[in-house]
């Protein structure tokens, strides 16, 4: 969709799985190859992946991949530095970006397209997907709210945004509820992927 953007973020240090999760293997290819391949099988126009730790081990996954992508030097203050430094790359004539933690490869095409869908007819400004009441992702911001994200502050990061804006605020309700779920820990990638803690400990060992 003509001046929609992704943010896809790949800044963080994965401490809590205690390796780098972003390359773990998923299908045919990596967690952020196939958050990539999501994204780019969408309405999106063009994407950009936010970078901070494991800089160059991510550029290897993804530079044969059609994505742009920029460093975020500060990527240890948290989530929404990535989030300022994506919103920082977009070039002026973007219209909206949808945000997407690097850790959620689940979200497919047919989600994305309906927060974009939702946007395009809405007039809204934020859309966020819901499922059973709860927010989920990818979130969609308009380009009007881009300086404004520039002050938001670590504590409330970018849902903060939407508490300020109710009125401006549009949720799109799925019956997905992978759009809620992301992999944090080894539990969480053995579950998505259906392995055994073995095969786990192999995949782990080789990154």
Not at 32 to 61: M, Q, R
Request: with cysteine.
């Amino acid at each position: 969709m003509l001046g929609i953007w992704a943010i896809i973020l790949a800044a963080g240090e994965s401490k809590r799985m205690g390796s780098p999760k972003m390359m773990l293997p998923y299908g045919k290819v990596t967690i952020i190859g196939k958050v990539i391949e999501n994204v780019l099988a969408s309405d999106v126009e063009k994407a950009v992946v936010v970078l901070g730790c494991y800089k160059d081990k991510i550029l290897e996954v993804i530079n044969n991949q059609p994505v742009m992508h920029c460093y975020n030097a500060d990527y240890k203050s948290g989530m929404l530095s990535s989030v300022k430094r994506g919103f920082a790359y977009l070039p002026g004539d973007f219209c909206a970006a949808l945000v997407f933690p690097g850790d959620q490869p689940m979200i497919e095409a047919e989600v994305i397209n309906l927060v974009t869908k939702a946007y395009k007819e809405s007039g809204r400004g934020i859309i966020v997907p819901v499922y059973k009441g709860k927010r989920g992702h990818p979130l969609l911001v308009d380009k009007k709210y881009r300086e404004e994200i520039m002050t938001l502050d670590e504590t409330e990061g970018l849902r903060g945004l939407a508490f300020k804006h109710p009125d401006d605020l549009l949720e799109i309700k799925t019956d997905n509820p992978l759009i809620l779920r992301d992999i944090d820990t080894i539990e969480d990638y053995i579950y998505e992927r259906n392995l055994t803690k073995e095969t786990w400990k192999k995949q782990s060992n080789s990154n």
